[in-house]
């Protein structure tokens, strides 16, 4: 017996200020999400003086914020927001974090050593329960795996990837049938190999050499290829660049990068620039999606840089 077709449902979508235009592309790609704004206000003493437009409007309506914790002063006022929403008597209620940022750095190796993903997982599984149920959560591709298991029973966490939006601007290149997809170490190739099936891949991996740690090609040949480093973040960007001069020293004809979030603290993008048309070993092409915003106005229009927007696959998430 064939699942009958359920009718898509009318989202109205609350957002943070630096997702301000993330949301409008979200609400451009689907007529079903319908925008909603927050007076975002600070009292004197600088705490957060917020107002929530057309609150009574939405008893019975489906709801969703769109998040971004690019700092940690951002995260209270927005706390502020979640916690607020599923009370209102919404129907549902869902929380699309693009990037979960707490944990890229972390390692739990004594005692003393805190994990603070587990504490934000902690803080988004007390959202309050909503009429429809527990909050879904939506997050691309969290950087450790086992941060999933953070998250308590209160919320449903929706892990999604941007990896589709990337296989998608490949097949556009000129060179697509060219293409091989490098991993940076064994963790990326471990979480991203089975989504390029039909691609050739290489891994590269970090051996210690006295007091330092050197990039090495593991396995697979790049020569006369196209070849892509795919990961899920990038910080200082130094792994990149030393896997990029592994690769070419072995032959590649042009080497290009993809990672989910682009968070680069410090403008660390900067040494990616193409300062002249005759750079040598530049990045021909360096893709990252819209999960970090203030990056993605701090490189726009700047070569290699290109942004594969998460607005199709939020808008697809919301209807879930």
Known sequence: MALVKRPKKQVNLFYSLDCEELA??????????????????????GFPNIYINNAEELRGQHVAFLASFSSPAQVFEQLSVI???PRLFVASFTLVLPFFPTGSFERMEEEGDVATAFTLARMLSNIPISRGGP???????????QERFYFGDEVLPLFETGIPLLRQRLSQLPDADNVV????????????????????VVVCTKVREG???IVRLKEGHVSGHHVVIVDDLVQSGGTLVECQKVLAANGAAKVSAYVTHGVFPNQSWERFLHKNASLEN???????????????????????FEVLSLAGSIADALQI
């Open 181 to 200: 997809i490098a991993f940076p170490d064994d963790g990326a190739w471990k979480r991203f190999h089975k989504l390029f099936d039909n691609f050739s």
């Open 135 to 145: 909050t879904s959560l939506v997050i691309y591709d969290i950087h450790a795996l």
């Open 24 to 45: 409008h592309k979200v609400a451009l790609l689907s007529p079903h999400v319908i925008l909603q704004n927050i007076k975002w206000r600070s009292f004197a003493d």
């Open 83 to 85: 916690y607020a929403l």
């Open 282 to 304: 530049a990045f021909s092409y360096f893709w990252i999606t819209d999960s970090c915003p203030l990056t993605v106005k701090a490189i726009a229009n700047k070569a290699p």
């Open 211 to 213: 007091d330092k740690r």
